[in-house]
């Protein structure tokens, strides 16, 4: 399995960026994908994610200015990020736990991509 991110990139304050993460390889059952971001001094958070079934997920920092949807076959996400402001300069990773055909509920993360916020 492996998951693919794209998008990223520099933007002002109060701009909008979209990230993307494909899903390819020996999926049997997606159970969950999203987004987690590593910010400068800070762990990790969860910044957005949604599951098989549609139920979304967001952390407070984002909530009103990030969306997440996905494709129809459920193998793609999308992150809108609208309103950024410099505190989301982070890494972004995205994450899936998925059932293969060889095993339960693994995680796999992809690669990051880099958001960086001017103020």
């Known amino acids: 399995v492996q998951l693919q991110a794209s998008g990223g990139g520099s933007v002002e304050t109060g701009g909008s960026l979209r990230l993307s993460c494909a899903a390819s390889g020996n999926i049997f059952y997606i159970q969950v994908m999203g987004w987690y971001r590593h910010t400068p001094g800070e762990q990790r958070e969860l910044v957005a994610s949604?599951?098989?079934?549609?139920?979304?997920k967001f952390g407070d920092s984002v909530k009103g200015r990030f969306t997440i949807s996905r494709d129809s076959d459920k193998t793609t996400i999308f992150l809108q990020m609208n309103n950024l402001k410099p505190e989301d300069t982070g890494v972004y990773s995205c994450?899936?736990?998925?059932?293969?055909?060889?095993?339960?509920?693994?995680?796999?993360w992809g690669n990051g991509t880099l958001v960086t916020v001017s103020s």
């Open positions: 949604i599951t098989n079934g549609g139920t979304t």
């Open positions: 994450h899936a736990i998925i059932t293969t055909h060889d095993h339960y509920g693994t995680d796999y």
